[in-house]
């Protein structure tokens, strides 16, 4: 299942004489965090993008700029609501592109995982996969491999998004941060905040909320029990450029997976519009560099190693844990200690729970290719948790998505930085000033969860 599928279906579009505002938008929404460049693209994109899917079959309504005021003030430009009948449903956008796919001859391959990129020399030449409802192990080489596995939201104890039939498990980030590509900006994951959306809690009385469950350190799975508060985007993601391309060869990245675009907080209706765009520009570029290029050979050990993996979590142990259990131990860790308010005190209980996490993990046992699936999922879920943690304790400011409570204001002078992870052996933290075009001075920095759930100052 994907997020796709689930999401209510509204698309931020622009036409030409609104992409300077939409630019704006977006990168006041991102805290001046986006990369301009990748902003760029994504207006330029929008304005003829969106409108074509219309030639693929998907059903789109337009919804004029004074409706959308009164539908969403912050977000005022004119929006795309793909059309949901009882036929398409929440498939109204997938199902028409995956027909046209089907029809060119692409074959898709449902109910597989991809658990490991094989890599020769920095350069991406397949993937491996396991069938989840059957016993295969996959080995697929490709001369272009594009990730679009979406966000990583089960990371959190509370979510949004699909928890069922896969998906959100973060595997895309844990793929590329494996196979040796940056990643950036994982301390930005939104949070849905009901109650202050709907006007039930004043925001006032939500910060001083939000401030009394930060402190308090012995709470566990209650922290934000007064909204159930559920994460709902990652912001963050790989690192791409203005073709989808990643740090690595012949890897290309796309949608919610990928870092960069927004920043520090997302617009409302903007992930569909970016994974509409993103997706067709990886699209192109892959496709450009397959014809361009030759079949490149894999390391046969590297399979081998990935077959080692699955053979050591399929032996029989004496003291075993479920992937379930690890699982609900590591959305509780993260969810209590690196959710919506966080703390130096917080963060470094997480650090400190996720060791034991850790050792706790060998005793993972499976028994077929499905639970299989689950113990590679608590795997990658473990590595965006630690991710997540490390890029928040290292962001000592308030911006966006990114609640420091001790940290409270955003910070210009330092922070106007992207925090990027690498594995190099182990998890490497730099950070770099942020890519702009012409934005050149912020006026104004907004702090809070992003989305539709709005901002607002903490001090
Ligand atoms: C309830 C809800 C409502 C939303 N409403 C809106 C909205 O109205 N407008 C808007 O702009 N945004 C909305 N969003 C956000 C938006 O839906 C998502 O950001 C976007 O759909 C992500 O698309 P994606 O293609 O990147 O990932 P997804 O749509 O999540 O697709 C990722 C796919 O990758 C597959 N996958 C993952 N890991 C693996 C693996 N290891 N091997 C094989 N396959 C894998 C998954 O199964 C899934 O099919 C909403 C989100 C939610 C949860």
Redesign the pocket.
Known sequence: ????????????YSAKELNEELFRLVVTEGGFLNNQRLVDVFVNNVEWRIPELRSYGVKLQFMERDKVASYNPRNPVPLFLVSRTEETHNLGL?QPLRAIAEDLGVKILDD????KLLTTRKTVVGAI?IEVKGDKILVLLAKSTIL????G?QVYLR????TF?????G??YA?AYNAGAELMDMEFVTFNMRAHKQGKISTERYIELVREATTELGRDDNRWNFDGISA??FCAGIRIDEECKTSLDNLYA????TGGVFGAGRL????????IVF?AIAGESAAKNSKNSEQIYHEKAQVDEEKRRFQTLLEKKSNIVTPNEIKKDIKSITYNYAGIGRTEELLNQAVKQLKIIKEKMVMLQAQNNAELSDA?EVL?IFDVARMVVASALKRTESRGAHWRLDYPSPDNKKWLKNIFIINEKKMKITTRPVVKTRFDSPTEVRIGVGCWSGYFKIT
């Open positions: 299942m994907n997020s796709t599928a689930l999401a209510a279906g509204v698309i931020t997938t597989v995982m991809i658990t996969a679009a596995t979406g966000g939201e979510l949004r998004n699909p039939n896969k998906g959100t498990t595997d895309g793929l709902h985007y796309a949608g919610e997976v409302g209706g903007a992930a569909l519009a970016d994974i997706g590679m990658n």
